[in-house]
């Protein structure tokens, strides 16, 4: 039973239109993280969060804003989407004590 | 600024021989944990190990071990009797600062695309 899920899986998006990527988790961690990762590339960070109402930058948040209404959900929000914002995006759970996270299957975006 | 850099883009190995995948890191932080992860062809990320800055003693789990070079900053993955199943994209991870519930958060290197053939 997997305890970290993305919705939805696949996205096709036109540029300047809205995209909201969600993620739930079941680990009943208070941390939770979005990366994307581009070909070729490790992952980075965009935002994350220490648990509900809390939302933190990452390494590259332009672009992006994120939105934790409750432990279990987090979600990306891309308001004016571009096609540099193709890429996958990956959700991660993990315990306050910075231990392993737990990611997600991945959404793959594409903007046109 | 931290920073992970893994030189090797890619690796191959026969079946039953131990492979060895090479990462290094920058950090001025005294406490940081690096974590190594193994990304399976359909894109899921699955943790695999991870050492902690101040534990002198290489980590192991089953068959994965590392050899902490922490005056270095350089780490290795060691995965012993591979196997096809092994096969993937290798990422290094560093995490600062997990203390007090801080973040956790990690910064990936930039992958090691490993072939095990049998």
């Known amino acids: 039973e997997a305890a970290v899920t993305q919705s939805p899986r696949n996205k096709v998006a036109v540029t300047g239109g809205k995209v909201t990527l969600s993620c739930n988790q079941t680990n009943n961690h208070n941390n939770m993280y979005w990366y994307r990762q581009d070909t070729g590339h490790g992952l980075r960070l965009i935002h994350y969060s220490y648990g509900a109402g809390s939302t933190e930058k990452g390494d590259i948040p332009d672009g992006y804003k994120a939105s934790r209404p409750s432990q279990e959900n987090f979600s990306l929000i891309l308001e004016l989407a571009t096609p540099s914002q193709t890429s996958v995006y990956f959700c991660?759970?993990?315990?306050?004590?910075?231990?392993?996270?737990?990611f997600g299957p991945g959404t793959r975006l594409t903007v046109l | 600024a931290q920073r992970v850099t893994q030189v090797q883009p890619t690796g191959s190995s026969q079946w039953g021989e131990e492979v060895t995948l090479d990462c290094s890191y920058e950090?001025?932080?005294?406490?940081?944990?690096i974590f190594w992860y193994r990304q399976l062809f359909s894109g899921e990320m699955v943790f695999l190990i991870y050492q902690p800055s101040f534990d002198t003693q290489n980590q192991r789990s089953g068959r994965y071990s590392v050899v902490f070079q922490k005056s270095f900053k350089s780490i290795s993955l060691v995965i012993s009797a591979s196997q096809p199943e092994d096969s993937g994209t290798y990422f290094c991870?560093?995490?600062?600062?997990?203390?007090?519930?801080?973040?956790?958060?990690?910064?990936f290197g930039e992958g090691t695309q490993v072939t095990v053939i049998s």
């Open positions: 991870a560093l995490s600062e600062r997990w203390t007090g519930g801080l973040s956790g958060k990690l910064t």
């Open positions: 991660a759970s993990g315990g306050l004590g910075g231990g392993e996270q737990y």
């Open positions: 950090t001025s932080e005294y406490f940081y944990r």
